[in-house]
């Protein structure tokens, strides 16, 4: 279930702008997994992070996870109109087969 | 490699009427988790199977059921259905080894009526 603090809640911001999003747990994690979801749809897999201070790119999209094994985030560069949706921080605690999400970041992205 | 699929998209339902949502894997994926996500709670856990078996549950009444079967494809059952149960019911596969990566299918979306 939702046991992740993930800010911001919201984000609007001019197209060309740069993103960050983060989530934290009071737990260590093994696995950091970044979704996007747009209405109607399910979320899609960006980025999965596996090891304390990794830091992936997907294009534009950038993850990294935290060294203490408790937080990760979300960078965006140069966002675009079709960044708009809610994005959604997930994890597996490392003693325990369940994924936790954040509530999500509902991003708009102003032209 | 096709996907994860989830029939059917939309349902619409009365009060005191039960549905069966069915969710197939990605091909190889043995687990299979459910998720509801509302507006106002996110996304909650139902339940995972893996190999057949249930292997993690959420905090979901008995309501809500769920199987899975050889082929690795999975349905979740909700009976005596409730307004509050109108929601995005999401399946996701994995290969269901520790720390693997979680797809979604798109949903069913479900109303109560």
């Known amino acids: 279930g939702q046991q992740l603090n993930q800010s911001p809640q919201s984000m609007f911001i001019q197209e060309g702008e740069d993103v960050s999003m983060n989530c934290t747990s009071s737990s260590i994690f093994n696995t950091w997994l970044w979704y996007k979801q747009e209405p109607g749809e399910g979320p899609v897999l960006l980025i999965a992070?596996?090891?304390?201070?990794e830091l992936t790119s997907n294009g534009r999209l950038t993850a990294q996870f935290g060294i203490t094994r408790k937080d990760s985030f979300l960078n965006i560069s140069a966002s675009i109109p079709s960044d708009v949706g809610i994005y959604f921080c997930?994890?597996?605690?490392?003693?325990?087969?369940?994924?936790?999400f954040g509530a999500g970041t509902r991003l708009t992205v102003k032209p | 490699k096709a996907g994860v699929t989830q029939t059917p998209r939309y349902l619409i339902k009365t009060r005191g009427q039960q549905v069966t949502l069915s969710c197939s894997p990605i091909?190889?994926?043995?687990?299979v988790s459910w998720y509801q996500q509302t507006p106002g709670q996110g996304l909650q856990f139902l339940f995972e199977?893996?190999?057949?078996?249930?292997?993690n549950k959420g905090n979901f009444p008995g309501r809500f059921s769920g199987r899975q079967f050889s082929n690795s494809r999975s349905e979740m059952n909700v009976s005596t259905l409730e307004l509050g149960d109108s929601a995005l019911y999401l399946c996701?596969?994995?290969?269901?080894?520790?720390?693997?990566?979680?797809?979604f299918g798109p949903g069913t979306r479900l109303t109560v009526t």
């Open positions: 091909s190889g994926h043995r687990s």
């Open positions: 199977y893996f190999s057949e078996t249930q292997r």
């Open positions: 996701a596969s994995s290969t269901g080894l520790a720390g693997a990566e979680q797809y």
């Open positions: 992070l596996y090891k304390a201070g």
């Open positions: 997930a994890g597996q605690p490392y003693n325990n087969n369940d994924m936790r």
